[in-house]
């Protein structure tokens, strides 16, 4: 233990990311509780505080024994860990100015943390907290405009705090902060670590899965087909079978890609199709709240799969149920330490499916990897290149791309400072009558959205970013910020929310408009510059319509993102043939980071 690392748990959303960072750098760690013992984790030879939703001064916030300081071994708070290790070491941690993004890290010291790396680094914040003051013996490493200090240093004991995350890939330096943390100041020897993961999961699934066979829900993505696949090679083939649920909330042309992905590994005639179009969107309509839709469908799911295993004969004594959820599956539902706030509940984390584990009938394959790791794990089974390089999709599907409403409110101007912010350059600006899920301070939000439109006809990708960064921490109101593309506007200021429920004819409309994008990208070869691209139809009217939000970004995980810039040309083309559809109004795109917004809308 004492060439590892033990990593607290304080319900971050980024905490097993910590881990995996570690892991990259061939440096072993293990995750605890809050409540572990002191000795236990004076084993270790450096200790992690992970970030968490909480604030270190409301009653029940997670907390570490003050036996830990005792230990003589360095500690690292991150985020709400950096809060916490500085209030235990006698600092005041205040409610303060919110950071969610992107921000610039001014090091005032250069120290062991921060050796070798430049004075001025972006760095990635989502925090509503921070450290006011010092006791003596700490001294302020860095800061960024809104947080004085941003990360502190007790040299003498080796307590560093950084208010940042530096275990998400969107911090500049944030690997090389790590790499000397656990180097220079933990003294182990740091390696690269490239172990074939094939070998290790293909034991673990025959061990897990004995004399039993699995039963795989398959939607068509890279997670639900990899996992399948890492099945049929662990397990004879009689021995698996995948159900694909047509539920009328996929993409277009989705059944059929997966048929050819499973052909070409020779798994045609282990997956059945079944279509329960109308069940779904029976039991969806009228619904609302974007955490019913999922919850209804991950019910669905179940229900769907239970029917199925009766109408192919099979036990569920002598059969496992087989999902491809991974590891943001489960942070964003809460995680699985029941400390991690509820950001969203995947169809794959309904209660239902919850049962079902706890009845050790469940078999998760990649739940401990993230998006690119599945995506190389893909090549290396032979996967086509399309499916492993494809954006990903959500589960429950285009269901949480089709935004519905009971309202008929109408637009709002911002607030006094920030619409002297967005005049200033040039914008107008107003806040929609919608909202949309978010991720702040590692909690969950579901606020209002920022609508501009560049009263120039310009399009600065840097101006924007500044405002929807500024927008997102000065109005606590907000959590995502778009800006007018095409379309007949003439003032964003008649926007009004239309009644709209989920429907075949919307549905089919934000499928025409996603193959739309597919299709121009594509053309392009622009699909691999972009990670993720969400095309989202919300109830917002402007003629009677309905609006289309381009949602492209860039990630490596999706813990976090950033939108990702388009060619301009290419943008307003894919703008201009989507407002040809019948229905819609006008064409904006997404400009906010995760955090504040989540990637996609609900």
């Not at 450096?46 to 916030?61: D, H, K, M, R, T």
Request: glycine share 8%; charged share 25%.
């Amino acid at each position: 233990m004492k060439n590892s690392i033990a990593i607290i748990d304080l319900g971050g959303q980024y905490c097993h990311l910590i881990g995996r960072r570690l892991h990259r750098l061939g440096i072993h760690s293990r995750i605890y509780r809050p409540e572990t013992r002191a000795q236990t984790l004076g084993g270790h030879a450096g200790i992690i505080l992970s970030g968490g939703p909480q604030s270190v001064y409301e009653e029940g916030a997670p907390k570490i024994s003050q036996e830990v300081l005792q230990l003589k071994v360095p500690i690292l708070g991150i985020c709400y860990g950096h809060q916490l290790l500085a209030q235990m070491l006698g600092a005041k941690v205040e409610k303060g100015r919110s950071e969610y993004g992107p921000a610039k890290l001014s090091v005032a010291s250069k120290n062991s943390l921060f050796t070798r790396l430049p004075q001025e680094q972006t760095v990635w914040m989502s925090h509503t907290d921070t450290v006011t003051e010092l006791p003596r013996g700490l001294l302020t490493l860095a800061s960024t405009e809104q947080c004085r200090i941003a990360a502190f240093g007790g040299t003498a004991k080796g307590y560093y705090g950084v208010q940042f995350h530096p275990e998400v890939v969107h911090t500049q330096y944030g690997e090389q902060i790590l790499r000397r943390f656990v180097s220079s100041i933990c003294g182990l020897k740091v390696r690269e670590d490239a172990t074939d993961q094939i070998k290790p999961l293909v034991r673990n699934i025959r061990a897990r899965v004995g004399k039993k066979s699995v039963f795989f829900l398959v939607s068509g993505g890279v997670d639900s087909t990899v996992a399948f696949a890492l099945c049929a090679k662990a397990l004879p083939k009689k021995r698996i079978l995948g159900l694909h649920v047509d539920t009328g909330l996929m993409r277009k042309g989705e059944t059929e890609d997966l048929r050819a992905n499973l052909s070409a590994l020779g798994l045609a005639d282990r997956l059945q199709i079944i279509d329960k179009s109308r069940l779904f969107l029976a039991e969806l309509r009228g619904v609302i709240d974007p955490e019913e839709k999922r919850k209804i469908i991950g019910r669905l799911f179940v229900e769907v799969q239970s029917d199925a295993m009766r109408k192919f004969q099979i036990d569920e004594k002598h059969w496992l149920l087989g999902q491809g959820t991974i590891y943001p599956d489960t942070i964003e539902s809460g995680g699985t330490r029941g400390l991690a706030a509820v950001i969203k509940t995947h169809h794959n984390r309904c209660p239902e499916i919850i049962d079902l584990i706890r009845k050790g009938r469940v078999i998760e394959p990649l739940v401990e990897f993230y998006k690119d790791e599945v995506r190389e794990l893909g090549k290396r089974l032979g996967l086509s290149s399309k499916l492993t390089n494809g954006w990903p999709f959500p589960g429950p599907g285009l269901a949480i791309r089709c935004l519905c409403s009971r309202s008929r409110a109408k637009a709002q101007p911002a607030g006094k400072a920030l619409a002297t912010l967005i005049a200033d350059r040039n914008y107008e600006g107003v806040l929609l009558p919608i909202k949309s899920v978010g991720v702040q301070g590692d909690a969950r939000t579901y606020r209002r959205v920022l609508a501009l439109h560049d009263r120039r006809g310009l399009f600065d990708y840097g101006t924007l970013q500044f405002i929807s960064t500024k927008a997102c921490n000065v109005l606590a109101k907000t959590n995502r910020v778009i800006t007018f593309v095409a379309g007949n506007v003439t003032s964003l200021a008649a926007a009004s929310v239309k009644r709209a429920e989920l429907n075949s004819e919307r549905l089919q409309l934000v499928r025409e408009a996603d193959f739309i994008v597919r299709s121009r990208m594509e053309e392009n070869n622009l699909t691999e510059n972009v990670w993720q691209f969400p095309v989202v139809l919300v109830p917002i009217s402007f003629a009677g319509g309905e609006t289309i939000i381009l949602r492209p970004v860039n990630s490596e995980d999706g813990m976090t993102a950033d939108f990702a810039r388009l060619p301009k040309g290419v943008l307003r083309r894919i703008a201009e043939d989507i407002i040809k559809l019948p229905g819609v109004d006008a064409v904006f795109l997404d400009v906010t980071s995760k955090p504040p917004a989540t990637i996609e809308w609900e």
